[in-house]
Protein backbone atom coordinates (compact mmCIF):
# COMPACT_ATOMS: atom_id res chain seq x y z
CA UNK A 1 0.00 0.00 0.00
CA UNK A 2 1.02 3.80 0.11
CA UNK A 3 0.91 6.36 2.01
CA UNK A 4 -2.34 7.44 1.20
CA UNK A 5 -3.30 3.75 1.67
CA UNK A 6 -4.56 3.30 -2.15
CA UNK A 7 -3.19 -0.09 -3.74
CA UNK A 8 -1.00 -1.04 -6.19
CA UNK A 9 -0.34 -4.55 -7.47
CA UNK A 10 3.52 -5.10 -7.81
CA UNK A 11 3.83 -8.91 -8.79
CA UNK A 12 1.31 -11.29 -10.42
CA UNK A 13 1.98 -14.99 -11.91
CA UNK A 14 -1.45 -16.11 -13.37
CA UNK A 15 -2.47 -18.24 -16.26
CA UNK A 16 -2.81 -16.80 -19.64
CA UNK A 17 -5.95 -16.75 -20.02
CA UNK A 18 -6.88 -15.00 -16.92
CA UNK A 19 -6.99 -10.82 -17.10
CA UNK A 20 -3.79 -8.72 -15.75
CA UNK A 21 -3.99 -7.02 -12.84
CA UNK A 22 0.23 -5.74 -12.63
CA UNK A 23 0.62 -2.52 -12.07
CA UNK A 24 -3.26 -1.36 -11.33
CA UNK A 25 -4.07 0.74 -8.67
CA UNK A 26 -7.16 0.20 -6.43
CA UNK A 27 -8.19 3.41 -4.03
CA UNK A 28 -7.95 2.93 -0.60
CA UNK A 29 -11.46 2.68 0.02
CA UNK A 30 -12.07 -0.49 -1.92
CA UNK A 31 -10.40 -2.15 1.58
CA UNK A 32 -12.57 -0.36 3.79
CA UNK A 33 -10.79 0.16 7.16
CA UNK A 34 -12.68 -2.78 9.17
CA UNK A 35 -11.30 -4.98 7.02
CA UNK A 36 -7.74 -3.61 7.14
CA UNK A 37 -8.05 -4.12 10.52
CA UNK A 38 -8.90 -7.71 10.31
CA UNK A 39 -6.21 -8.26 8.20
CA UNK A 40 -3.91 -6.99 10.83
CA UNK A 41 -5.70 -9.56 13.45
CA UNK A 42 -5.82 -12.36 10.99
CA UNK A 43 -3.13 -12.89 8.82
CA UNK A 44 -4.62 -15.65 6.89
CA UNK A 45 -8.30 -15.34 5.01
CA UNK A 46 -10.11 -17.82 2.96
CA UNK A 47 -12.95 -18.28 0.78
CA UNK A 48 -13.49 -21.35 -0.83
CA UNK A 49 -16.38 -20.58 -2.47
CA UNK A 50 -17.76 -17.15 -2.90
CA UNK A 51 -21.45 -18.63 -4.25
CA UNK A 52 -21.99 -20.41 -1.07
CA UNK A 53 -25.06 -19.73 0.85
CA UNK A 54 -23.35 -18.49 4.08
CA UNK A 55 -24.91 -20.63 7.13
CA UNK A 56 -26.52 -18.81 9.85
CA UNK A 57 -24.72 -19.50 13.29
CA UNK A 58 -27.44 -19.79 15.91
CA UNK A 59 -26.65 -18.28 19.20
CA UNK A 60 -27.71 -19.31 22.78
CA UNK A 61 -29.98 -16.33 23.76
CA UNK A 62 -28.46 -16.92 27.22
CA UNK A 63 -25.30 -15.03 26.11
CA UNK A 64 -25.06 -11.60 27.03
CA UNK A 65 -23.11 -10.19 23.73
CA UNK A 66 -23.66 -11.04 20.38
CA UNK A 67 -21.02 -13.92 18.93
CA UNK A 68 -18.20 -11.79 17.07
CA UNK A 69 -16.53 -13.97 14.60
CA UNK A 70 -14.00 -11.38 13.42
CA UNK A 71 -11.16 -13.89 14.66
CA UNK A 72 -12.02 -16.69 12.30
CA UNK A 73 -10.65 -17.50 8.66
CA UNK A 74 -13.47 -19.30 7.91
CA UNK A 75 -16.40 -17.15 7.88
CA UNK A 76 -18.39 -15.71 4.92
CA UNK A 77 -17.74 -13.38 3.24
CA UNK A 78 -19.73 -10.21 2.88
CA UNK A 79 -22.08 -10.26 -0.12
CA UNK A 80 -20.69 -6.85 -2.16
CA UNK A 81 -16.93 -8.67 -1.36
CA UNK A 82 -18.07 -11.97 -2.61
CA UNK A 83 -19.97 -10.01 -5.82
CA UNK A 84 -16.56 -8.28 -6.59
CA UNK A 85 -15.29 -11.66 -6.50
CA UNK A 86 -17.69 -12.88 -8.87
CA UNK A 87 -17.00 -9.82 -11.21
CA UNK A 88 -13.47 -10.42 -11.36
CA UNK A 89 -14.40 -14.00 -12.51
CA UNK A 90 -12.81 -15.28 -9.01
CA UNK A 91 -14.84 -18.18 -7.15
CA UNK A 92 -12.02 -18.70 -4.52
CA UNK A 93 -9.67 -16.78 -2.85
CA UNK A 94 -6.53 -17.05 -0.61
CA UNK A 95 -5.20 -13.77 1.18
CA UNK A 96 -2.15 -13.32 3.34
CA UNK A 97 -1.48 -9.70 4.93
CA UNK A 98 2.23 -8.63 4.93
CA UNK A 99 2.59 -6.91 8.01
CA UNK A 100 5.75 -4.56 8.74
CA UNK A 101 6.80 -2.70 11.98
CA UNK A 102 6.79 1.27 12.18
CA UNK A 103 8.72 3.18 14.66
CA UNK A 104 7.01 6.34 16.30
CA UNK A 105 8.01 8.85 12.96
CA UNK A 106 5.81 6.49 10.89
CA UNK A 107 8.97 4.78 9.40
CA UNK A 108 9.87 1.17 9.20
CA UNK A 109 11.63 -0.48 11.47
CA UNK A 110 13.22 -4.06 12.59
CA UNK A 111 13.35 -3.80 16.71
CA UNK A 112 12.55 -7.23 17.19
CA UNK A 113 10.92 -6.34 20.87
CA UNK A 114 8.63 -4.09 18.78
CA UNK A 115 7.91 -7.01 16.16
CA UNK A 116 7.01 -9.14 18.66
CA UNK A 117 4.17 -6.59 19.67
CA UNK A 118 0.87 -5.83 17.62
CA UNK A 119 1.43 -1.81 18.21
CA UNK A 120 3.70 -0.83 16.34
CA UNK A 121 2.70 -2.79 13.18
CA UNK A 122 1.40 -1.88 10.01
CA UNK A 123 -0.18 -3.04 7.04
CA UNK A 124 2.44 -3.47 3.97
CA UNK A 125 0.12 -5.40 1.38
CA UNK A 126 -1.56 -7.81 0.42
CA UNK A 127 -0.95 -11.80 -1.17
CA UNK A 128 -3.99 -12.73 -2.97
CA UNK A 129 -4.48 -15.57 -4.69
CA UNK A 130 -7.26 -16.28 -6.86
CA UNK A 131 -8.97 -19.35 -8.07
CA UNK A 132 -11.64 -19.72 -10.94
CA UNK A 133 -13.44 -22.79 -9.37
CA UNK A 134 -13.79 -23.09 -5.83
CA UNK A 135 -11.18 -24.64 -3.59
CA UNK A 136 -10.09 -25.27 -0.12
CA UNK A 137 -6.67 -24.54 0.99
CA UNK A 138 -5.78 -27.40 3.88
CA UNK A 139 -4.78 -25.38 7.17
CA UNK A 140 -1.08 -27.31 6.76
CA UNK A 141 -0.54 -25.01 3.64
CA UNK A 142 -2.04 -22.01 4.92
CA UNK A 143 0.29 -22.05 8.14
CA UNK A 144 3.17 -22.55 5.77
CA UNK A 145 2.06 -19.68 3.57
CA UNK A 146 1.41 -17.45 6.85
CA UNK A 147 5.09 -18.48 8.30
CA UNK A 148 7.01 -17.54 5.20
CA UNK A 149 4.99 -14.28 4.56
CA UNK A 150 6.13 -13.23 8.31
CA UNK A 151 9.66 -14.18 7.34
CA UNK A 152 9.09 -11.80 3.99
CA UNK A 153 7.92 -9.05 6.15
CA UNK A 154 11.07 -9.83 8.76
CA UNK A 155 13.23 -9.37 5.67
CA UNK A 156 11.52 -6.40 4.44
CA UNK A 157 11.72 -4.50 7.80
CA UNK A 158 15.65 -5.24 7.37
CA UNK A 159 16.02 -4.08 4.09
CA UNK A 160 13.91 -0.44 4.45
CA UNK A 161 16.31 -0.18 7.63
CA UNK A 162 19.36 -0.70 5.51
CA UNK A 163 18.03 1.59 2.53
CA UNK A 164 17.55 4.18 5.61
CA UNK A 165 20.97 4.00 7.34
CA UNK A 166 22.62 4.36 3.57
CA UNK A 167 20.24 7.44 2.78
CA UNK A 168 21.80 8.84 6.49
CA UNK A 169 25.43 8.08 5.81
CA UNK A 170 24.70 10.05 2.28
CA UNK A 171 23.49 13.17 3.81
CA UNK A 172 26.52 12.96 6.70
CA UNK A 173 28.85 12.43 3.68
CA UNK A 174 27.32 15.54 2.34
CA UNK A 175 27.39 17.40 5.24
CA UNK A 176 31.14 16.70 5.86
CA UNK A 177 32.24 17.72 2.54
CA UNK A 178 30.16 20.95 2.79
CA UNK A 179 31.58 21.97 6.42
CA UNK A 180 34.85 21.38 4.71
CA UNK A 181 34.32 24.02 1.39
Known sequence: FHEDE???VIAECRRSDLEPYLGLHFPATDIPQASRFLFMKNKVRMICDCHASPIKVVQDEKLG??????????????GCHAQYMANMGSIASLVMSVTVSEDDDGEVGSDPQQQQQQRGMKLWGLVVCHHTSPRFVPF????ACEFLLQVFGIQLNKEVELSAQAKERH???????????
Open 171 to 181: ILKIQTLLCDM
Open 6 to 8: HGE
Open 65 to 78: QPLSLCGSTLRASH
Open 140 to 143: PLRY
